[in-house]
């Protein structure tokens, strides 16, 4: 078989941009995948087919709610769930074969079939052994289970099962108040139906900002998602071809239960690590059945490497694929990094919620000294004419420095607007840098400058 000087196992984010770098500098290279398309979990069943779905609800929820008062007189649309099924699967196609196109123009061999690693230096996929340098694992991650709870895809779904249901349910129930479930739960109500969010924790988005979390509940509730926080869910049981939830709230140990048709496990995702072979190569794992490695991806075995969701850190496709690049640069002989500190993190709802860096929560637990300057979309000229006014950008300064240390932002376009941010951060700058710098008015990016200039002597239109 082929001998090469990288072989990557898995073609997701991670995966297939690290093969084009390392290709791209010079390294023979080789991508590992079983799927019949490329893209991992993120391109075939995850973030590209969801937002599908996200924009085609949103577009609905528009001519609902706001095409009559813009002057857009007719008849509401109607909702075709075959013909949106196809254009997610549409959308998914094109960016599928795209990454097929870029394999070939960058000279990536793609290796079809499941692989693993029966020594250092060789990967195994199907009857043959290929020779490799070094072999990077970016497997990704598969959907946590939940004791009492069994997965079927047609009644229990998990996200993969969401994306493709034979018709929108009356009732669905959502096990999680995570990214995955917000965002396919809000789909599903914006297309009718009834959606009940059951988690585990007192607050919606574990690890989120908490201002950001309690004004994100409100407005999704608005939107007609009911939650029950606090709540244990103990198992599922279906009959008649319909759920019936059940679960123990945890500040007085009542039970309760609650019936739907569909019933969407959402509760994280873990590490897909199986079949690769790790343990009689001695790979170290971590207590969480991560893939253990050090600053520059190795594992405990030479020439054995891993990124992504594999790995420690936010389950976050751009995370792995900055991981990817990094790897691919430090087998080149440079000097790849990733900078943790500054990976913004989005829930596609709508409005879309945006983070980065430190929250209010984090830099309290720190003892750090901080100012917050916040300013409402409400006071945003081109956010109220969109209908859009709800929401705000907060930014979070150090209290001598003035240097950003996190931002926050709930509102339109919030998963665009937050990286302006980032390239901030990412140099240092001041709360004052951004609140000196010009904006085009009338533009949603305002609010962020707005913000900025909170931290200082107040902002402008609030």
Known sequence: MASYDVIIIGSGPGGYV??????????????????????GTCLNVGCIPSKALLHATEMLHEAEHNFAEMGLKGKTPSVDWPQMQAYKDKTVSQNTGGIEFLFKKNKVDWIKGWGSIPAAGKVKVGDDIHDAKHI????????????????????????????????????LVVIGA?????????????????????????AITPGQDAEIARQFQ??????????VLGAAVQGVNIKNNKATVSYKMRKDESEAEITADTVLLATGRRPFVDGLGLDALGVKMTERGQIDVDARYQTSTPGIYAIGDAITGPMLAHKAEDEGMAIAEILAGQHGHVNYGVIPGVIYTHP???????????????????????????GNARAK??????GFVKILADKETDRILGAHI?????GDLIHEICVAMEFGAAAEDLARTCHAHPTYSEAVREAALACGDGAIHA
């Open 18 to 39: 690290s093969a084009i770098r390392c290709a791209q500098l010079g390294l023979k290279t080789a991508c590992v995948e079983g799927r019949d398309t490329l893209g």
């Open 136 to 171: 990077i694992i970016a497997t990704g991650s598969e959907p946590s289970p939940l004791n009492g709870v069994e997965v079927d895809e047609e009644t229990v779904v998990t996200s993969t099962g969401a994306l493709k249901l034979n018709k929108i349910p009356k009732s």
């Open 218 to 227: 409100k407005m999704l509730t608005k939107q007609g998602l009911k939650f």
């Open 352 to 378: 879309e919620v945006a983070s980065v860096g430190e929250t209010e929560e984090t830099l309290k637990k720190a003892g750090r000294a901080y100012k917050v300057g916040k300013f409402p979309f409400l």
């Open 178 to 202: 995570g990214v995955i479930g917000l965002e396919l739960g809000s789909v599903y109500a914006r297309l009718g139906s009834e959606v009940t969010v059951v988690e585990y924790l007192d």
């Open 385 to 390: 004419a969109n209908f859009m006014g709800d």
């Open 410 to 414: 709930i509102g339109p376009m919030a």
